[in-house]
């Protein structure tokens, strides 16, 4: 990686998560994303807004 930025891409997130779940033989059963957002604030995370939404509503049956 020429870049910290790319390190820390989300599609390398998204490839870092999928290997571990298989590794560890788990199922995604769904995702959510927030490109370009810094973990470190709720707000403009619509994809955190969402996750949060459903395992509130119990929508989301993990």
Do not use: C
């Given at each position: 990686?020429?870049?910290?930025r790319?390190?820390?891409?989300?599609?390398?997130?998204?490839?870092?998560?999928?290997?571990?779940?298989?590794?560890?033989?788990?199922?995604?059963?769904a995702?959510?994303?927030?490109?370009g957002?810094?973990?470190?604030?709720?707000?403009?995370?619509?994809?955190?807004?969402?996750?949060?939404?459903?395992?509130?509503?119990?929508?989301?049956?993990?």
């Amino acid at each position: 990686m020429s870049t910290d930025r790319q390190i820390y891409s989300i599609d390398n997130q998204r490839d870092a998560i999928r290997n571990y779940a298989k590794v560890m033989r788990y199922d995604i059963v769904a995702t959510y994303e927030d490109p370009g957002r810094s973990g470190l604030s709720l707000v403009g995370r619509p994809g955190l807004q969402q996750l949060l939404e459903d395992v509130e509503s119990r929508r989301a049956d993990f």
